[in-house]
């Protein structure tokens, strides 16, 4: 939605507009409420489930309202996506700046008034001109505190969690983003520091490039050596995007390392979607085929996870909750559609030091939207 949702500014904080994108979802939960039991929905069995940018709205409707959902969800399922912190909705004040002066508003002196006026083409050809404005900020309304501050005061909906994501989640945003012109170390390191952690001393940056060598067989796609290497820092990049966007901050130690509650007790429970094939890859948004195909082993663990509230099946894998005592994870393994369960030691290091890196240095407003 962009700008249409997530403008940010402190025009629109001041006028209590920040993540519009945010309350138009809250007023679609209230819309079920009303009329489901007209379509044979029950009202008290709603489960909200969200994919990448879906998720991560999955993840602050968590913590909407000091995470009281209100009696409008009573589960969630958070799919390549989660709760990452973010800075004041003020901090994009350059990118409310930039965007009234494109629509022709910069010289009015009520600019969100003139933009209300502005035809549908023109503010969409502004919209368009840019990828920075399209992430959640603190508004004061919606999101009223850096997410994992409201985590961290147990500000968190007290409702049973999946989580999961897929091996290769930093492909396609390494591609369609700036980081895929990143061709060379010193531009791999350039854009860690400028855009990742600008405050971090440059031992940490160092630290991060051995994590994520430029050694294509190591890199994501994981598993395909020497191949899907776009360019000599691609894979490099890719894994780096993947691990700081998505598994760092999907981690369930991100959450308990600073937490006052105990996640785990929430019901929270941890999934990623992996391939056996050769020269192949589990790349964001492909966990969408994998769950929505009929007969799919994954898909019968969410129809039981949405009816009960538990994933379990009597003739299936258990699948128990997720705590620090016992991270267990689920893993899906294509093309032969098998199931496995294991202790969470999936890319352990990386994901942790960076964990530790976002808590100590929170994301504020990078060129990245978020």
């Avoid at 502004?126 to 999101?143: K, P, W």
């Avoid at 890719?238 to 598994?247: I, L």
């Avoid at 009597?314 to 294991?342: F, G, I, M, N, V």
Wanted: aromatic content about 12%; proline content about 5%.
């Amino acid at each position: 939605m962009s700008a249409f949702g997530f403008m940010p500014g402190r025009e629109v904080k001041e006028a209590g507009l920040g993540n519009l994108g945010l309350q138009d979802q809250r007023e679609a939960m209230r819309w079920i409420q009303r009329y489901i039991s007209q379509f044979g929905g029950d009202p008290t069995k709603v489960t909200i489930w969200g994919e990448s940018a879906g998720a991560w709205s999955v993840g602050l409707h968590l913590l909407a309202n000091n995470g009281d959902p209100g009696g409008l969800f009573r589960a969630a399922i958070i799919e390549s996506g989660s709760i990452y912190p973010t800075g004041d909705i003020s901090l994009g004040q350059e990118c409310f700046d930039t965007f009234v002066h494109q629509t022709g508003c910069g010289a009015a002196a009520d600019k969100l008034a003139c933009l209300r006026t502005v035809p549908y083409d023109n503010y969409t050809a502004a919209m368009e001109a840019s990828l920075e404005y399209q992430a959640s900020l603190i508004d004061g309304v919606f999101l009223v505190d850096n997410p994992w501050d409201l985590i961290a005061a147990g500000k968190i909906a007290n409702i049973p969690v999946i989580n999961g994501c897929v091996d290769d989640e930093g492909t396609l945003f390494t591609i369609f983003t700036s980081a895929g012109n990143i061709s060379t170390e010193a531009e791999f390191r350039a854009s860690v520091q400028k855009e990742w952690f600008p405050q971090a001393p440059s031992h940490i940056i160092d630290q991060i490039l051995e994590y994520y060598p430029s050694n294509v067989t190591l890199g994501s796609p994981f598993g395909t050596g020497e191949a899907n290497a776009a360019n000599p820092e691609y894979k490099r990049v890719s894994a780096f995007m993947g691990d700081a966007f998505f598994q760092a901050t999907k981690s369930i130690q991100a959450f308990q390392r600073f937490a006052s509650i105990r996640i785990g007790e929430r019901l929270l429970r941890n999934v990623r979607l992996s391939s056996k094939r050769l020269m192949s890859s589990k790349f964001h948004s492909s966990d969408n085929t994998a769950i929505y195909q009929l007969n799919n082993n994954l898909l019968n663990y969410m129809i039981r996870f949405v009816n009960d509230l538990d994933p379990s099946g009597s003739s299936d894998l258990a699948w128990p909750k997720y705590t620090t005592e016992s991270p267990l994870l689920l893993t899906l393994l294509d093309p032969d559609d098998t199931l496995e369960l294991s202790n969470d030691t999936y890319r352990q290091q990386e994901i942790a030091y960076l964990t530790d890196l976002i808590v100590k240095y929170p994301w504020q407003f990078n060129s990245y939207g978020i």
